[in-house]
Structure formats: C-alpha cells, structure tokens
Nanobody, 123 residues
C-alpha cells in the first residue's frame, strides 16, 4: 500500500492547514490511519489516529482541541485538520496505515507509510 500526503506548507502562528492522506491504488476505508510527526532533532511522535470502525481514537495532548482527524468517504482519504498552529507544530508529518483490528496509536503497528510532508509554522 503506497500512501501519499498532501496539503503541507508554511503558515504563520495561528494559521491552519489540512493534510490529506491517500493511497495510490485503493481507498483507506479498511485501514486504521495514523498521523505522526518528526521535528528536527526530536523523536517521532504520534499526533492522531483514526480507527476504521470507531473514528478518532487518539490525539496527542499537545494537539487536542486544535487538530481533528476525519475520513472523507467520498474520496477515500483521511484528513488531519490543523488549526491554531504553533511554531512547535513544525515537523515532517507522516500518515501510516494499519490493516488489522487493533486500536493502538503506536508507530510499530503501522505497516505502510507515506514519505512525509513538511509543515512549517513561523512566529
């Protein structure tokens, strides 16, 4: 499964971006999807995950109330809407897919990964 992220870019503090995760050959409705990010010099962290059955199951404390993950069933994609962005949100964002029935938002359970997309928030 090849995943592609889109929608990244540069914004000022307080701005918004919506990332989208799509698969090259199929829709994502049968996959749990996770969003992860890695900032320079920092470890990768889980941002949000959405189950294929019950919707969003995890948001990192640092993004709660600002980020929303959802499915666009018409397009077969998963979106990460990011509002009230802060400079500390600057990172490369990755989406990843897990085809199992697990509801775990941890990078090691996801078997397919996108190449990542840069999000830069300036102060």
């Amino acid at each position: 499964l090849q995943l592609v992220e889109s929608g990244g870019g540069s914004v000022q503090t307080g701005g918004s971006l919506t990332l989208s995760c799509a698969a090259s050959t199929r829709t994502l409705e049968h996959f749990n999807i996770g969003w992860f990010r890695q900032a320079p010099g920092k470890e990768q962290e889980a941002v949000s995950c959405i189950s294929k059955t019950v919707g969003a199951i995890y948001y990192a404390d640092s993004v709660k109330g600002r980020f929303t993950t959802s499915r666009d069933n018409a397009k077969g994609t998963v979106n990460l809407e990011m509002n009230s962005l802060k400079p500390e949100d600057t990172a490369v964002y990755f989406c990843a897919a897990d085809p199992t029935n697990r509801r775990v938002c941890r990078s090691d359970v996801f078997t397919s990964w996108g190449q990542g997309i840069q999000v830069t928030v300036s102060s």
